[in-house]
């Protein structure tokens, strides 16, 4: 770990006053000033200072200088009522003259909160004085503990009082600085009022609806910034540039306004040459000799071949169980291009006669499903050719160390392939609406203040419960009730694009005098445009396919603060379906394009930003989601909220697991029904969009 000292033995002026700089800025890991704590303090008061430009962060006498100008201390306690949690002022620096102190409720649901993380403070008021903030708040670690000289005035440390004392701030002062911090800094601080630039949405709640205000937590963005700047942390980032930094807090201000936030975007092009069976248009063959041969097989091929082994048996272990379900998926994909002809599942489905010489082909179409497992020679042997016959893949062609490995899963893919669909119990109240290739524009995917990506699973329960209003809005009294429940969410295409939107002019350039009208200040966001499918289980006594002229009227036209369209015309698509049978709804699903994903809840959900990590790297079909919110505190009446009750919540990162449509079919229409669906989870802590059998 890099301590303070090692900074000051650097020879290079320029570069000493550069990173003594960086090492304490609230973006970097706090650096190790054991036995130079007085340096410490010296940095910390030179950064506070504006004036006399500084030329040397430990020159003593510059950081004399701050105390001996009371208007310096005088502003620094005024600032102390602005510390802050949560930052009300992230991204909209409009919001004035309000803070958040808190901690989220408490919940044994693992959740991906400020729960799990010391409580740090941040400040977000007046540009003008963000300086003064420094030296109270900026981070070190000394004598193997994260401290701020907040914490130890508050603390009453008689060590670093001294060094207090040593430049300027009397023991008087400090008393005063110490008795105004505990008064400033209370346990629990939340706004009465709603301020009108904080967002508000509004969720089911005890029979009416509650109005919710996502803020940021200080210490979860501060976490990340710090993660960001590290070579050996594998997270994602992209930077997000936000204006007037320095009144939007002092961990923004400090970056210059760019933030970095995890990017995780979906991942998913349309490409029709890789639907189920389009691949033969292509290439004239029916297998996708690609799912094979492409460059992260081969990388798996070659593990398995021994190369790189992990040096720990367990790891190794469970390394190689990862990569043959690799194996087995890529070997389903390879098959897939038949089992679409099999299925009949494309608009044009191609026909198999025009090419008898491929006679493996042709048993594949015409052989009972039960005989699958008579094909394994055969395809093993297509198999290895097909390796073969690519200059990157031919070495693994026969390989000793495979041969067995790819027939063991190729007899698995079969033997799925083979086994009929058991009969599934319907409830006669559950009907499922499918609605197919919907198309949105300029959804919002920066889905919370620290995740762009795929879209908050909360707008897409949005839509659904906007989806039941506008229907019910339609429906005459009596006509019928109809209960939008668990949802399925499927992506065929995801373009993310980050952008800036031109704002209506909405500021009076001069106030109470005729004058120009300014735009407000436009902010760059990450938008995606998607193309998806998505499925309402839906709870009612009525048929629902006796009303599919309504659901298409009362079909909403946004999505996730997007432009929602159906289909084009010509493309030909039934975009609406209605099923009563899930075995229905399961045959309609399961031969879906390879290339897109079922975004799907995952059993295990982190508590923190190690685990998350670790998760990730572990499993690459994993990705963060914003899926809900964790109060700050109990829901209470407040001025300017949309509804009686308001609470202030922050942000909930869940995992989400993209899961291919091969993956679906092999695991059977019950583990779609139950693995894959979401569904609101609302409790007295916690308003979450999750599986509820997880």
Known sequence: MMTLQDLIDIEDSKLRFTEIKKAFMPYTRPVEVDGSEKQALIVLLNLSLSNPEAKDWLDFHRALGYFADSANLSAAEQEIQWFHTHNLKFPDCRVSEQRIIATPLYTETPTLTSQSFNRAYGWAHNSAVYKHTIWLLNEFRWRGRVENLLNLICGGDDFWLELLADVGLKPKAQT???????????????????????????????????????VVSHAIQQQLSVLSCQRECSLHFKAMSFPHSASIGNLCGSLGGDMNILNYPIEVIANRHQTLGASRSRTKRYFDDFQLTSKSTCGVLAHLTGFEQPQMRKAQKHVRQYQLKIIRKQIALWLLPLMELRDNSVTDPIGFYDEPDDELAKRFLTINELDFIELTTSLNQRLNIALQNNRFASRFAYHPKLMRVLKTELIWVLTQLSQPEPPTVSDSKVQYLYLSSMRVFDAAAMSCPYLSGAP????????????????????????????????????????????????????????????????????????????????????????????????????????????????????????????????????????????????????????????????????????PVSNGFHFLGSPQERKGALTKL???????????????????????????????????????????IKNKRI
Do not use: M
């Not at 630039?197 to 205000?213: A, C, E, H, I, M």
């Open 176 to 214: 005063q600085l110490k008795d105004l911090i505990e008064h400033q800094l209370p346990s629990i601080h939340l706004p009465d009022e709603v301020n009108r630039y904080s967002k508000q949405l509004r969720f089911p709640w005890r029979g009416d609806y509650l109005s919710v205000t996502p």
């Open 456 to 623: 908050s699973l909360t707008a897409v329960w949005g839509f659904v419960h906007r989806y039941q209003r506008e229907l019910q809005d339609l429906l005459s009294d009596g006509e019928g009730q109809f209960e939008f429940k668990d949802f399925a969410f499927f992506i065929r295409d995801e373009s993310v694009q980050t952008s800036a939107k031109l704002t209506e002019p909405s500021v009076i350039a001069k106030a109470r005098s005729i004058s120009q009208v300014k735009r407000t200040t436009i902010i760059r966001e990450d938008c995606s445009d998607l193309i998806f499918d998505i499925v309402i289980a839906i709870e009612s006594d009525q048929r629902i396919s006796d009303y599919q002229s309504q659901f298409k009227a009362a079909l909403p036209t946004n999505f996730a603060g997007g432009a929602l369209f159906q289909p084009e015309i010509n493309s030909g698509v039934n975009w609406l379906r209605t099923f009563v049978s899930k075995s229905e709804l399961f045959q309609a699903v399961k031969g879906l394009p390879g290339y897109g994903t079922w975004l799907s809840p995952d059993s295990f959900q982190p508590q923190n930003l190690a685990e998350l990590q670790e998760c990730l790297t572990i499993d690459s079909t994993l990705i």
């Open 646 to 688: 308001h609470c202030y919540a922050e942000n909930n990162i869940a995992l989400a697991k993209r899961t291919n449509p091969i993956e679906v079919r092999f695991a059977g229409s019950d583990h779609f029904f139950e693995q894959v669906f979401w569904s609101l989870e609302v409790t007295e802590q916690t308003i979450l």
